[in-house]
């Protein structure tokens, strides 16, 4: 297949590369930095500015694969930083869309990336696992926001909405929190933990849906071989667990204690808007079509993780954190 994928630098995009590569695919990389793109990837992919994009026929490209979009957990959510994650989003959709638009005869499907945000946050009482989960047909107050994640979710998909009424093919795939060891998420946790600084934030229940990084590329590579299938996708592990039943899996790999309670008002002092939403907050998510259209979790449950975790962490010492 001939492949744009947009947004290639970062955390998702670096990990899926290297396996459509090895699949044969011939890819092209969009970005604003074609040095770092040829810096990070080599010269088996072929990097193109923004501009550029639009000497590329739409007609010649089998599917387009859209990650681009500020980083939401890096930094504080100041104005200026939010406003940069949003446009961001929608102005990357927009310039998609409008290449897509061109074509003559051939459509390219678009993978567009978003995220569970764009559910809602639920509330952080009780067992997160009796909560019901939000699935692919669960409702969307579009136009209605109840938080920030879900005002740049909704902006983000709405700005596929074009290119759906051309009847181009469009698959949202919603991304849950995505985990690697040494990367993302877990490269920030790493140190704290690795010190016996891990800690259960606020009363700990709040909804943590996950995805490993293998399932989530594994899933992307399961979208492109079905192209009929579009619309959203949940992209999260079966299991939903809580913040602090993570927090001790990722302890326990680490062989190390979690003792540590950090209350709701340090988490807000410190962290404000984004520490409420991302810290203390959460979604309930169930990849339901995906699992009914066949794709199987390698990484499923805390059991599932807790495995890969120990073979990664488990060898840290008082001396050592790598």
Same mark, same amino acid.
């Given at each position: 297949?001939?492949?744009?994928?947009?947004?290639?630098? @970062?955390?998702?995009?670096?990990?899926l590369v290297p396996t459509l590569l090895k699949q044969q695919h011939i890819i092209f990389l969009v970005g604003r930095n074609i040095?770092?793109?040829?810096?990070? /990837? @080599?010269?088996n992919i072929k990097a193109l500015t923004w501009n550029q994009l639009e000497k590329i026929p739409p007609d010649d490209i089998d599917a387009v694969i859209n990650l681009a979009g500020e980083n939401i957990g890096d930094g504080l959510w100041t104005k200026a930083k939010k406003a940069r994650i949003k446009t961001s989003r929608i102005n990357a959709a927009n310039q998609i869309v409008k290449w897509a638009l061109s074509y003559q005869q051939k459509k390219p499907h678009i993978y567009n990336a978003s995220a569970i945000g764009i559910y809602g946050l639920q509330n952080n009482s009780g067992n997160?696992?009796?909560?019901?989960? /939000?699935?692919?047909?669960?409702? =969307?107050p579009f136009g209605q926001?109840?938080?920030?994640?879900?005002e740049v979710g909704q902006a983000w998909e709405g700005a596929l909405k074009p290119a759906i009424e051309a009847d181009i093919p469009v698959t949202f795939m919603r991304f849950a929190v995505v985990l690697k060891c040494k990367d993302g998420i877990l490269k920030k946790l790493e140190l704290p933990y690795s010190l016996g600084l891990g800690s259960i934030l606020g009363n700990g229940q709040q909804p943590f849906?996950?995805?490993?990084?293998?399932?989530? =590329?594994? @899933?992307?590579? /399961?979208?492109?071989?079905?192209?009929?299938?579009? @619309?959203?996708?949940?992209?999260?592990a079966p299991e939903c667990t809580s913040q602090k039943a993570f927090?001790?899996?990722?302890?326990?790999?680490m062989n190390r204690p979690l003792i540590i309670k950090t209350p709701n008002w340090v988490v807000k002092t410190f962290f404000g808007q984004m520490g409420e939403e991302l810290l203390l907050k959460g979604q309930h998510v169930a990849p339901q079509r995906i699992i009914e259209l066949g794709f199987? /979790?390698?990484y499923a449950d805390l059991n599932a993780l807790f495995g890969y975790l120990k073979s990664e962490y488990g060898h840290i010492d008082s001396g050592n954190t790598h």
């Open positions: 297949m001939k492949i744009v994928i947009t947004g290639a630098t @970062g955390f998702v995009g670096r990990n040095e770092k793109i040829y810096k990070i /990837f @080599g010269e997160p696992s009796v909560i019901p989960p /939000f699935i692919e047909t669960s409702p =969307i926001p109840t938080d920030f994640l879900s849906t996950w995805i490993h990084i293998d399932d989530l =590329i594994a @899933g992307i590579h /399961f979208l492109l071989t079905h192209p009929e299938i579009i @619309g959203p996708i949940n992209f999260s927090a001790k899996t990722l302890a326990s790999a199987k /979790f390698n």
